[in-house]
């Protein structure tokens, strides 16, 4: 199989199985406790922590663990409106092609009495810092706008979007769980204050992940209980799973230099050879996004039919995100980019992983093609857009 869905999950890497699979036989104390057990737990996890925290520039009392990228995406938007409401700053600003676990957060917290406003994202797939400093008012109490999208992959102006937000006092959360690993990620240089990773977007398990907090941010729990966490997240750790999710970033950041380099290339590749395809256009800017991420859209042709032919030919790839597939709607960022619904429903994504080969690259090209025009020949819309009854929009 080529496994070309690194964006909905990684494989784990050895070092992190070999890390989890071996605090689980033998260090599987409660960090709480006090005798040498406990205690040997206590220290894989703050040296966990230490790593984590090196990884993105932090501070090791900066770093929160969770369950993963949805929890802390939950806990770094709750916490700020908050924060805000204590203030009488009722004001959140996101963006149109946020992760769900952003955008259904935020829809509840109007619920609440918030008021929301989402940015609109450029066709290219970018936000512009122009707009979100315009939208920032007196009552805004955060900015939230996602580090790189794991649909289209594009990689927005984070730095610049920080700055803006430090001038202006409001607290910027980033939901980051696509780039932690991927590209370089600086909380002090990039000026952020809330950020959100997951470990089983870079090679660790499924389950765990964890939130940045700058120091002298007061979280909101989700979680009530003990006092784990700094008071902050109750539950006994998930200790094997913490250090493996360290273990697995720390190689991924050592490796990253040379492998984008290489992904970058081979995505170039791939990007070159579907846009010979007719009628097929790149989604999101074609340099400003992950090295691993290639999306596409087709006219005439329905993803999910195209996602079941390459799965039969060895391909494992996606359409929309793993979450929406199963429902009608299309991606709300392709919607968001300015896709209308027919051609928002004919995408493809391959993120691709340190393991493919120049020769699994050429495999795709010619399979996608081959597919794309075997579902041409029986696809209604295509027989009306070659007949000149529909007007072709790519
Ligand atoms: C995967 C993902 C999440 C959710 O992370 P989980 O660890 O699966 O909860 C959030 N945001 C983005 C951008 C993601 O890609």
Redesign the pocket.
Known sequence: MIYADN???TKMSEAAVHTMSALLADTWGNPSSLYTAGQKAKEALEKARAEVAAAIGAEPREILFT???????NQAIRSAAELGKKAGKLHLISTAF?????LHTLAKLEKEGFEVTLLPVHEDGLVRPQEVADAIREDTCLVSV?????EIGTIQPIREIGAICRARGVLFHT????AVGHIPVDVLLDNIDLL?A????FHGP????FLYAKKGIRLTNLIEGGAQERGRRAGTENVPGIAAMAAALTETIAAMPEVSARLAMLRDRLIAGLSKIPHAALNGDASKRLPSNVNFCFEGIEGESLLLLLDDRGIAASSG?ACTSGSLDPSHVLLAIGRVHDVAHGSLRLSIGEDITEADVEYIIRNVAEVVDYLRGFSPIWRDLVAGKKEFIL
Do not use: F, I, L, R
């Not at 939901?175 to 696509?178: F, L, R, T």
């Not at 499924?206 to 992940?209: I, L």
């Open positions: 964006a909905a999950t369950s993963g990228g949805s929890e802390a995406d946020e992760h769900h676990a952003v996602m580090y790189a999208n794991n939901d980051a769980v696509q959100s997951s470990a089983h977007k499924k389950g765990v992940g995100s």
